[in-house]
């Protein structure tokens, strides 16, 4: 080699080793998120809350790597609105989704808009139920309205297409294409947004091993009879009374003699079904349709039937979710992802599992009032512990901004957890949480009503065609059985909390009723 080409050889090498540390040097520095949400997936039912109806390994690998909240809750506990208030980090009442039948306003401020200003590569797949397009992502591709659970419709980018298959497993294999695609010279905030547990909690054929002639305890409140709280007592949400035979709890005989107000909706569900899911399902249904019929049940032994029918299938939809979940987490550990990607899970709601005798949500009782929260970051924070302090889905985008380097708007009313979840927890952090439910009136008949939490009380206006009140102390009673607002000795008590309502409702500019 002549000196000339030694020369240039030198030059070239210099070249190539700085221009790698150059590209090296470029890579995403601020952390990816990514943001797993599952629709009615009750705290119960996640092992690291519970540990007594199911098992879930690989939700329960982010709790034991990250952090756990136990009191974590929503603002509006119904599907819509919750989504509505973790993108914008507002009450219903300023981001104008009260209801399921609103239609979300996409022109405001919303966490992904200011993440994508910013730098990052958004996207958003699986269910979305906000009516108007998805705004602020690089790529969307979303259930219409709440999607099914077999061979699925999908609205990607505008355009509507079937897939074939079950709706966790291909919401995650769009989500991990996405990630293949992605361009990895910018930060990622991908969402993940799950059908399921959703009703009508219709499992993958591969989980009709789980659950087999499971005997679940029955709830202690289960056959609650609602004394002292009229708002209870007149809801349409009854495990015994309301759910359909044929639409939630599978009993759909060929013949047709088992005809409920349902049927040819669930039949509608089943059209959809390939032979050779049919088949299976089939396989699975009909036996067990077959067994109802022959045993005639009444009474309670045919509540406590619907009860753990419907938790069987309830519980093998989670474990299709907890599943992908570990999917999810896998792909980031296979592509050196972990250590600088935030991941959350949470659920848009809580959802009864039989207590108080219901399924469903919106009310502020506990079950549907609470959500499971869990976080982590191996990059920002210890794993392994749990926090109690009282948080809120308004707190998500505050918190995605901050890790982001991004400054929060001063019109979202959440708080960044971020100081928590890195064991600085403030000395004025809120200890009292507020809450608002509108949809009124509709198929589950659950009054209008709003309150406050604190860590021992609990106070609740239920208004519109009511006007009752309800206090609950929930150090002596946690299942929310004896309303005590009409306790004397509990007259200074309950006059704080009024005030503190009203404070809240003050610094939330929440005048509505």
């Given at each position: 080699m002549n000196h000339l080409a030694k020369v240039l050889f030198i030059i070239l090498t210099f070249l190539i080793i700085n221009g790698c540390k150059h590209e090296k040097n470029n890579a995403p520095s601020r952390p990816n998120i990514l943001f797993i949400m599952s629709d009615d997936h009750g705290y119960q039912a996640i092992s690291s809350y519970n540990g007594t109806l199911n098992q879930t390994p690989h939700i329960d690998r982010l709790a034991s790597e990250g952090v756990l909240f136990r009191n974590s809750f929503v603002t509006n506990s119904i599907c819509a609105p919750s989504r509505a208030t973790m993108l914008t980090g507002k009450f219903s009442h300023l981001?104008?989704?009260?209801?399921?039948?609103?239609?979300?306003?996409?022109?405001?401020?919303?966490f992904p808009k200011l993440l994508q200003e910013t730098g990052y590569q958004t996207a958003l797949v699986g269910k979305w139920h906000l009516k108007s397009d998805p705004s602020g992502f690089d790529y969307w591709n979303i259930l219409p309205g709440q999607g099914q659970y077999y061979n699925p419709d999908f609205i990607r980018m505008g355009e509507r297409y079937r897939a074939e298959g079950y709706v966790s497993d291909l919401i995650t294999d769009e989500a991990i294409d996405w990630l293949e695609r992605r361009d990895e010279n910018k930060p990622f905030c991908l969402l993940v947004h799950h059908k399921a547990p959703h009703r009508t909690w219709m499992p993958d054929t591969t989980h009709f091993n789980q659950f087999v002639d499971?005997?679940?305890?029955?709830?202690?409140?289960?056959?609650?009879?609602?004394?002292?709280?009229?708002?209870?007592?007149?809801?349409?949400?009854?495990?015994?009374?309301?759910?359909?035979?044929?639409?939630?709890?599978?009993?759909?005989?060929?013949?047709?003699?088992?005809?409920?107000?349902?049927?040819?909706?669930?039949?509608?569900?089943l059209a959809r079904m390939n032979d050779v899911q049919r088949q299976r399902w089939?396989?699975?249904?009909?036996?067990?349709?077959?067994?109802?019929?022959?045993?005639?049940?009444?009474?309670?032994?045919?509540?406590?039937?619907?009860?753990?029918?419907?938790?069987?299938?309830?519980?093998?939809?989670?474990?299709?979710?907890?599943?992908?979940?570990?999917?999810?987490?896998?792909?980031?550990?296979?592509?050196?992802?972990?250590?600088?990607?935030?991941?959350?899970?949470?659920?848009?709601?809580?959802?009864?599992?039989?207590?108080?005798?219901?399924?469903?949500?919106?009310?502020?009782?506990?079950?549907?009032?609470?959500?499971?929260?869990?976080?982590?970051?191996?990059?920002?924070?210890?794993?392994?512990?749990e926090l109690v302090e009282m948080v809120q889905n308004i707190d998500y985008a505050p918190t995605f901004l901050?890790?982001?380097?991004?400054?929060?708007?001063?019109?979202?009313?959440?708080?960044?957890?971020?100081?928590?979840?890195?064991?600085?927890s403030p000395a004025d952090w809120r200890t009292t949480v507020y809450y608002h439910y509108y949809e009124f009136p509709n198929e589950h008949m659950v009054k209008k009503h709003y309150g406050i939490r604190t860590p021992r009380y609990k106070l609740i206006h239920f208004y519109d065609d009511i006007d009752t009140w309800e206090l609950y102390d929930l150090e002596a009673d946690p299942d929310e059985m004896n309303n005590l607002i009409g306790s004397e000795d509990l007259q200074p008590v309950i006059e704080t909390l009024m005030k503190k309502l009203d404070l809240l409702r003050i610094q939330y500019a929440d005048q509505r009723e």
């Open positions: 981001n104008g989704q009260y209801t399921n039948s609103d239609t979300f306003d996409s022109s405001q401020v919303t499971e005997q679940f305890e029955i709830p202690n409140t289960f056959f609650d009879d609602y004394q002292d709280r009229q708002a209870a007592a007149e809801q349409k949400l009854s495990v015994i009374k309301d759910m359909d035979l044929a639409y939630d709890l599978k009993m759909v005989d060929p013949e047709g003699e088992i005809q409920t107000p349902y049927r040819k909706a669930f039949e509608g569900q089939d396989e699975e249904y009909i036996p067990k349709t077959r067994a109802f019929q022959e045993a005639g049940l009444e009474g309670k032994e045919l509540a406590k039937w619907k009860l753990r029918r419907y938790l069987t299938d309830y519980l093998r939809c989670i474990t299709a979710v907890d599943e992908n979940v570990g999917r999810l987490l896998q792909y980031l550990d296979d592509h050196g992802l972990a250590e600088n990607t935030l991941v959350v899970y949470t659920s848009d709601q809580g959802f009864y599992l039989g207590e108080h005798g219901w399924f469903d949500k919106r009310f502020m009782y506990e079950e549907s009032f609470k959500t499971p929260l869990i976080m982590r970051y191996p990059n920002g924070f210890k794993g392994g512990g901050d890790y982001a380097g991004v400054p929060i708007p001063e019109e979202m009313q959440g708080l960044s957890l971020r100081p928590l979840v890195e064991g600085h």
